[in-house]
Nanobody
Framework: QVQLKESGGGSVQAGGSLTLSCAAS????????MGWFRQASGKEREAVAT???????GYANSVKGRFTFSKDKATNTLYLQMNSLKPEDTAVYYC????????????????WGQGTQVTVSS
């Protein structure tokens, strides 16, 4: 089992910045993909950023150039630095971990955090 706990959400004005953190614990060695997802009210959950094994992070087009996904291996903490935030970035943000072989599959293929709310006002 892997436990994930997000923090750092909040409310900001458009153009502002936030950094989300995700503390990972448990059987982390059983996972080789980690990522951030978000779900806006009334919409489906979407991938924001993913690290596939040891590759550089990949980003959704909507956040490319504004968000940066990093990982501190020493503390097993994931970070999502979000700059130039827009109202359309408003969502609950989740971190996730799992096997890359099942990453594109259903949500139950991944471990999930409880989510943290990000609200961007115009």
């Amino acid at each position: 089992q892997v436990q994930l706990k997000e923090s750092g959400g909040g409310s900001v004005q458009a153009g502002g910045s936030l950094t989300l953190s995700c503390a990972a614990s448990g059987s982390i060695s059983s996972t080789d993909c980690m990522g951030w997802f978000r779900q806006a009210s009334g919409k489906e959950r979407e991938a924001v950023a993913t690290i596939w094994r040891y590759d550089n992070p990949g980003y959704a087009n909507s956040v490319k150039g504004r968000f940066t996904f990093s990982k501190d291996k020493a503390t097993n903490t994931l970070y999502l630095q979000m700059n130039s935030l827009k109202p359309e970035d408003t969502a609950v943000y989740y971190c996730a971990a799992g096997r890359c072989s099942g990453w594109s599959g259903p949500p139950e293929n991944k471990y999930w955090g409880q989510g943290t709310q990000v609200t961007v006002s115009s």
